[in-house]
């Protein structure tokens, strides 16, 4: 069926004449005014203004943020070649450090540490027990690193001797380059006490010290592989 | 008539409702992109400050330790 404009005119000409008297209304004239202005608004708020606005502010939070960087890096050259200065004058008590607390457990150093103090105090080391650690080189297994911490290896030392042998070795043990923390510490009368290794009364009478303690050191941290 | 001026009331409505909300959206977009920071963790760990001294109490008391 052809169109036929007349009559499809004559059909809907009621619609677009009732527009007419509606347009002309001042309220409704006013009502789309301001419901056009509303939504131009909110359109060119959103992808107008909001872009614009976002950059300006991002850009002086960025300059905000370079310039307070710029400060803080200048106060951090500072303090490194403070921290250079204070390293070189420090430079020769550093090795202390590392015999304090080492890189490696250096299990037999102490044991030869503790030998020499119990030799140099007059008390005989009687029983030496220690954990297992590893004597030389790094952890055998990739889990049990603990590069950059402070691991702890348990030490039990028994020794006899008389009193003020053991009071000397334990001073001995406070002064030791090589630090270590006394856990517990048990003295008691020796058992195998008898007349030719009783002491004299001016040095005491043989007692026997048991000192379950800590010693410690600190692996490198290992860098990490890409 | 009624109708009609109902009508546009409503639409009036929706259209100041749109306008607050995204008045409020964009400022609070603004706010956040003032308050979020461009410094980035790297350049956050290189610029965390740190004391440049030495603690020479303690090397002076390792040093009056004995090894044996």
Redesign the interface.
Known sequence: MAFNYKTEYERYRRYYQSIEP?LKKK??HT??M???S??A??LF??YG??PT??TI??LQ??IA?NK??NA??E??IT??V??QA??Q??NL??P??D??IPQNPEVLSLVS??K??AA?TGSSISALQISTVPLLGSEATPSAATGGKLTEIPLVVAISGPYTSIKSFID?LF???RIATIQTLTVSPSRDETPTTKASPASGTIVRLVTKMNIYYMPMPTAKKT | MEK??AN??D??LV??F??L???L??FF??VK??K????SST?RQ??T??????D?TT??Q???????
């Open positions: 509606v309220e409704s009502y789309t301001a419901i056009f509303f939504l608004i909110s708020g959103w203004i909001r606005l976002q502010l991002f939070r960025e943020d307070d960087i803080q890096m106060s951090k303090r490194l403070e921290a204070a390293y004058d420090a008590q550093l202390l450090i015999q304090a540490q503790l020499n103090l140099a001995g002064a030791m380059g | 009609s001026e546009d009331r639409i009036l259209a100041v749109t306008f909300t995204v008045f959206w964009v977009e603004l992109t003032i979020t920071t461009t410094v350049v290189v610029i400050p740190f004391s440049p001294t030495i020479t090397l002076i390792l040093s009056n330790r004995k090894t044996y």
